[in-house]
Nanobody, 120 residues
């Protein structure tokens, strides 16, 4: 069993930065792939970035490529999302999800989300 808790959201001006954290409980987390998703009001949830269990492979949505960086520290059971050059369209609730290799994130573990608000 893995429990995920996101933090680091808040209000920031356009062009600013935030760093989200996803803290996990459970020894299995270090062997799980992890992703950040977001959902804005009235929109579908979208994948933002993923990182493999080892940290060796990452993926970014085109909309955040070059601005966001995903990383993990397995010793601390934590995954991070560094968000730079934030735009108003980045505003959303951001969720962390974890799943073992081969399992879709939808069938994995999810956090409760953290709100990111970007003012123009």
């Amino acid at each position: 069993q893995v429990q995920l808790v996101e933090s680091g959201g808040g209000l920031v001006q356009a062009g600013g930065s935030l760093r989200l954290s996803c803290a996990a409980s459970g020894r299995a987390f270090s062997s799980y792939n992890t992703g950040w998703f977001r959902q804005a009001p009235g929109k579908e949830r979208e994948l933002v970035a993923t990182i493999s269990w080892s940290g060796g492979n990452t993926y970014y949505a085109d909309s955040v490529k070059g601005r966001f960086t995903i990383s993990r520290d397995n010793a601390k059971n934590t995954v991070y999302l560094q968000m730079n050059s934030l735009k108003p369209e980045d505003a959303a609730v951001y969720y962390c999800a974890a799943a073992p290799s081969g399992r879709p994130y939808a069938h994995g573990y999810w956090g409760q989300g953290t709100q990111v608000t970007v003012s123009s």
